[in-house]
């Protein structure tokens, strides 16, 4: 038995409609403990050489960790993982809600699917009775709509896994549902769950978790709750959710807006928390155990129609919102609605609208081809164009593989302000003067991702005690001093450990990031729920380890993987920001790679950025080492 995890994986082969369970291997526990961690070690082990990532033999990967479903404050976050559709490399994705949580109680820590089944399917797990059931009546209805029907039919004691139009037709940003709000957004999970012909899961578990010492568990989860609510950012910082940071994102210059041609936009008042609270706030919506529900539900009414909603949160806000100059909140909320009905990521969404309308506004693509005049500011427009791309219907067709591929498709100067990184849509921060951010953006292990490290405040401020902090304190949006690019890869690095970490215990990080919540407690309740001591610093070990192994799985999957895989888009090299706290400032292609070769140095990794063999040595991957000869990146010679 193995204190905090159920124990068990469960394998179905939907080729052969062969379904396995298998005990969870104690090593890969201790050495990887879960989440992110077991993600990159599967797919390392097991993904075919050459995989199609829309193929077959692709893994479809859904993990919980060992402090997952326990009693403790946000214990309900789920990673999945896979080869990605957006990439081509290591691809994970998190979500919150009650997924991971039910899986756990119905017996297992994680489900890997491979293969595809014969028609569209409904995958039902209730404990340990598994089951794939045609589900051709579902195919084709929006990712909320089917969510509903199953809800209808099986009741409420199951949590149910959706994808929309988006997933069924591999579109490179397709996401998952839950909960009726919570997405795995990133890397296209919902493309590769697509096709396995997969359009729901559906999981029932009502086990139990074996836990080291429950009395403990029960007196420190309580003193946890205890804790989180005596923050001083407690009552301040729920009510808004993530939104409450657009005002300081802008105040600072950092907000994308028009396709990240600028960073400060005069709107932000429309389309912040405030805005939120004012205009669509109807309650707070919350994951599995949690203390701060960061999620909003509200109605959204616009000129297009009526609409109940979770979000928009700030990524939301920002990408959908000012990036695409929409400027009322009630219109990015609907926008919202129809990216989570339609089963798009709002964040790579936002990002290949807004370049698609600058792409037409700059006589790149005509408006015969668009099928209709699509502009800046004009929700008819976003709505339009994420149809489109969902049933790859006319200009979706060339959206729907994402913004780096479309933009190598058309040409014509329009690589410059395709803003991604390894073809994954950059997410809510501009940082052209903010140069920790932006390498944090370049070497985030899926592409363009601020959950992997966040250092905006560390570059605007010198040092920030946390992001509550920053938000509260005054200042106008006067004209920054030009941020040193020197010094930033130990920040970065030490947050690229440090975030992803709450992804291997398989909880939100959101209290510690935002709240200031201890350590302690984290180490406390792993202690008490698996009976291992692992300090704090052991866990980030893991954590780095981790992050070697999935550098390691994208330079062997992707062919000439290397140091440019890691720039930033040209517009961030070659246009000064043309306004706001950080006007005339832009990064040159110099000071990328100050910061990507103090980065790789630090890492242990050659000048091209592939982990070197004495670098995975030291972390205990040696198989992974052994197996380097092989990958499909440059290697560099004094690597070799
Ligand atoms: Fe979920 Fe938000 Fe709570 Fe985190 S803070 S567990 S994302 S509701």
């Not at 007196?219 to 939104?243: H, I, L, M």
């Not at 006319?394 to 591929?405: F, P, Q, S, T, W």
């Not at 006007?583 to 040159?588: E, H, N, V, W």
């Not at 110099?590 to 592939?610: K, T």
Request: aromatic fraction near 8%; glycine fraction near 12%; charged fraction near 20%.
């Amino acid at each position: 038995m193995l204190n905090g995890y159920a124990g068990q994986i469960l394998r179905i082969n939907l080729s052969e409609n062969d379904i396995q369970k298998q005990a969870l291997p104690v090593k890969m526990a201790q050495d990887f403990l879960g989440g992110r961690g077991f993600v990159a070690k599967i797919l390392f082990d097991e993904l075919p050489p050459d995989t199609d990532p829309l193929g077959p033999a692709n893994l479809f990967i859904a993990a919980s960790g060992p402090l997952s479903g326990q009693f403790m404050p946000a214990s309900g976050k789920t990673h999945f993982g896979c080869k990605s559709p957006a990439t081509g490399g290591y691809g994970d994705s998190n979500m919150g809600g009650h997924f991971g949580p039910a899986l756990k109680y119905a017996g297992y820590d994680m489900l890997i699917l491979t293969g595809r089944a014969d028609q569209p399917s409904l995958l039902m797990i209730e404990d340990e009775r598994i089951a794939v059931k045609p589900a051709g009546d579902l195919w084709g209805m929006g990712s909320l709509s089917a969510e509903t029907e199953l809800k209808k039919g099986l009741g409420e004691d199951f949590q149910i896994l959706t994808i929309g139009p988006a997933g069924e037709n591999g579109i490179a940003f397709a996401c998952i549902t839950h909960d009726f709000g919570r997405q795995a957004g990133r890397v296209g999970i919902g493309a590769v769950l697509g096709s396995k012909n997969i359009k729901a899961i559906a999981v029932k578990g009502t086990g139990s978790i074996p836990v080291h010492d429950p009395q403990a568990l029960l007196e420190e989860g309580r003193r946890a709750y205890r804790d989180v609510r005596n923050k001083p950012g407690f009552s301040g910082w729920t009510p808004e959710g993530t939104a409450g940071i657009t005002e300081w994102v802008n105040r600072v210059g950092a907000l994308p807006t028009k396709n990240f041609q600028t960073s400060y936009w005069d709107q932000h008042s429309k389309i912040n928390g405030a805005a939120i609270l004012r205009e669509l706030k109807i309650t707070d919506k919350g994951c599995y155990c949690c203390p701060t529900p960061c999620g909003k539900y509200g109605k959204a009414r616009t000129g297009l129609g009526e609409v109940y909603v979770e979000g928009p949160e700030f990524e939301t806000i920002s990408l959908l919102g000012s990036n695409c100059l929409m400027d009322e909140i009630s219109e990015i909320a609907y926008a919202n609605y129809i990216c989570d009905e339609l089963g798009l990521d709002t964040i790579s969404a936002g990002v290949v609208c807004s370049w698609a309308i600058e792409c037409c506004e700059k006589g790149l693509i005509d408006q015969e081809a668009v099928g209709r005049d699509v502009k800046f500011g004009d929700l008819a427009s976003v709505v339009y164009l994420l149809e489109c791309i969902a049933k790859r219907e006319g200009i979706g067709e060339l959206l729907a593989r994402g913004v780096k591929a479309a933009a190598q498709k058309i040409g014509q100067g329009s690589e410059a302000f395709a803003i991604h990184v390894k073809g994954l849509e950059w997410s809510g921060y501009e940082c052209r003067n903010a140069p920790g951010m932006m390498l944090a953006y370049m070497t985030s292990d899926i592409g363009a991702h601020h959950a992997r490290a966040w250092v905006l405040g560390h570059d605007l401020a010198g040092s920030a005690a946390s992001v509550h902090d920053l938000i509260v304190s005054e200042g106008g949006a006067e004209k920054l001093p030009k941020s040193e690019v020197k010094g930033r890869a130990a920040k970065v690095i030490a947050s690229q450990h440090l975030r992803p970490l709450f992804d291997l215990l398989g909880i939100c990080r959101l209290q510690f990031m935002e709240l200031g919540f201890e350590v302690e407690h984290y180490e406390c309740l792993f202690e008490v729920v698996t009976g291992r001591k692992l300090t704090w610093s052991q866990m980030l070990s893991i954590s780095e380890k981790v992050w070697h192994l999935t550098r390691s799985i994208s330079a062997r999957e992707i062919k000439g993987f290397g140091r440019s895989w890691d720039y930033p888009p040209p517009r961030f090299m070659s246009e000064p920001v043309p306004d706001g706290p950080n006007q005339g400032y832009c990064i040159s292609r110099r000071e990328v790679d100050i910061l990507l070769d103090e980065y790789y140095a630090m890492r242990g990794w050659d000048r091209n950025g592939i982990p070197k063999t004495e670098t995975l040595k030291q972390f205990g991957l040696e198989d992974v080492a052994a197996t380097r000869q092989n990958w499909a990146c440059h290697l560099t010679p004094d690597a070799v």
